[in-house]
């Protein structure tokens, strides 16, 4: 029943929650991306997480062998057929980087990896639906690099609350799929300050 209740509001979300982007109506959330985060936040503040097998799941995802290369090559797809190639680098370049600066500060690692499997499979397959994320090729790396930030800070977050750190993926996509217009105005902000700085128009 709860399941069918979370494939209802992803529909739901995708019919109803809409905006006007370059002069066309789209959706604006990721509707699996919202349906989850929804769910996941009503889980934690209700105290009903026991409900799920996300925990299992999550872990169910370390047991393949070659899972990275896997999703890596199922990625190739997607990338091949959206583009959204600069999603899934900015995403894991920064969660890449976040996680030496913090090992460096810390003295000792925040966690086992940079990302886990579940979250390789956020950043190569979730979070770049092409309706819900920028157009443009330097507006996505941006869109990657916020995704990132975000999931890092839900991370900490969610360890300081003593809730399930594996939420950290989902519950930061309905955030970032609003923040779209903003990155477009940042990678804007960066093209210009680049052609005044070297005098060529960026490559992306």
């Not at 370059?22 to 769910?39: D, E, K």
């Not at 003295?107 to 157009?135: I, K, M, N, W």
Request: aromatic residues 16%; glycine residues 6%.
């Amino acid at each position: 029943f709860l399941q069918l209740l979370l494939l209802a509001s992803a529909y739901l979300a995708k019919e109803f929650l809409t905006w006007d982007r370059n002069g066309r109506r789209a959706h604006i959330f990721n509707p699996s991306g919202f349906a989850l985060a929804v769910t996941g936040l009503l889980l934690m503040l209700t105290g009903n997480v026991d409900l799920t097998y996300g925990l299992d799941l999550t872990w169910s995802f370390s047991l393949p062998p070659h899972f990275y290369e896997v999703i890596f090559l199922l990625g190739l797809v997607v990338q091949f057929l959206f583009s959204t190639t600069w999603i899934t680098a900015g995403a894991a370049f920064t969660l890449w980087f976040l996680y030496g600066a913090a090992e460096w500060w810390l003295g000792t690692p925040l966690a086992p990896q940079p990302f886990d499997p579940a979250v390789f499979l956020g950043l190569t397959l979730l979070v770049t639906d092409p309706v819900t994320s920028p157009r443009r090729p330097l507006s996505k790396f941006v869109f990657g690099v916020t995704y990132g930030c975000g999931i890092f800070v839900a991370y900490i977050l969610l360890r300081l609350t003593h809730q399930p750190s594996y939420f950290d993926k989902i519950i930061v996509v309905p955030f970032l799929n609003l923040m779209v217009p903003w990155c477009d105005s940042i990678a804007d902000r960066l093209r210009i300050r680049w052609i005044a700085l070297v005098g060529i128009p960026l490559p992306i």
